[in-house]
């Protein structure tokens, strides 16, 4: 798997930093399992320090970062630093794969909802990060050349790509990639005609989707 969309440096340093809220974590954490680039930055931004980074970038840093710095310089790789022994739960209802793919780790052990029809060609399910209520986590199965439903949220949005790919007026994306997008920037990703996608995205903030698909949509939120 050759990935080529990565998260921004920020988003590493909150994660060195451990204020990285557990939702985009989780997109993060499914990134690094195939990025040994950023795997490799994210060490380089740990061994720097907590503290050290608080001074050089303003970024904000938990009060015990230094502490949870040297603990996780001690556990070795980030990759495996970040896993996690939760039990795994079975595939949500109505996901069906396609061959050869499995829901990754750090995802399968976390609760998700059923998948529900959304729009034309797009199911989708709520992923279940009850240590991060700010942050929307939803699982998507987009049909071929079908796009994710219009929306709006008030931070950063985090999609990760399980299997197939998607694009936006910014480029092209695939299985590993995670894409930044910010609240102003105006996408509507659209999927490759020649497979699903199965992708997961993290929205910071209030997310709503609009017209009738905003009241369609409440019971997930
Ligand atoms: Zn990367």
Redesign the pocket.
């Known amino acids: 798997m050759t990935?080529a969309?990565?998260?921004s440096d920020e988003t590493l340093l909150r994660y060195a930093a451990g204020t990285l809220p557990a939702g985009p974590k989780l997109l993060v954490d499914l990134?690094?399992a195939?990025?040994p680039?950023?795997?490799q930055?994210l060490r380089a931004f740990e061994s720097v320090g907590g503290v050290l980074l608080d001074d050089m970038t303003g970024v904000p840093v938990a009060g015990d970062a230094l502490a949870r710095t040297l603990a996780r310089i001690d556990a070795g790789p980030a990759h495996t630093a970040t896993a996690r022994h939760r039990p795994h739960h079975p595939l949500p209802a109505g996901l069906s794969l396609p061959a050869g793919i499995v829901l990754p780790a750090p995802l399968a052990a976390r609760r998700i909802g059923p998948l529900r029809p959304v729009a034309p060609g797009v199911r989708m399910a709520r992923v279940h990060v009850d240590d991060d209520r700010d942050t929307s986590v939803l699982l998507f199965r987009i049909e071929p050349g079908r796009s994710i439903p219009e929306h709006t949220h008030e931070g950063l949005e985090y999609t990760h790509v399980i299997c197939g790919g998607f694009s936006d007026p910014l480029g092209h994306y695939g299985p590993?990639d995670?894409v930044e997008a910010d609240a102003d920037v105006e996408h509507t990703p659209k999927v490759d005609d020649d497979g699903v996608c199965v992708c997961i995205a993290a929205f910071e903030g209030r997310l709503r989707f609009s017209g009738l698909l905003g009241v369609v949509l409440r019971p997930f939120f």
Do not use: A, E, S, W
Request: proline fraction near 7%.
């Open positions: 990935v969309t990565h998260p990134h690094l195939h990025c680039d950023c795997r930055l590993g995670l």
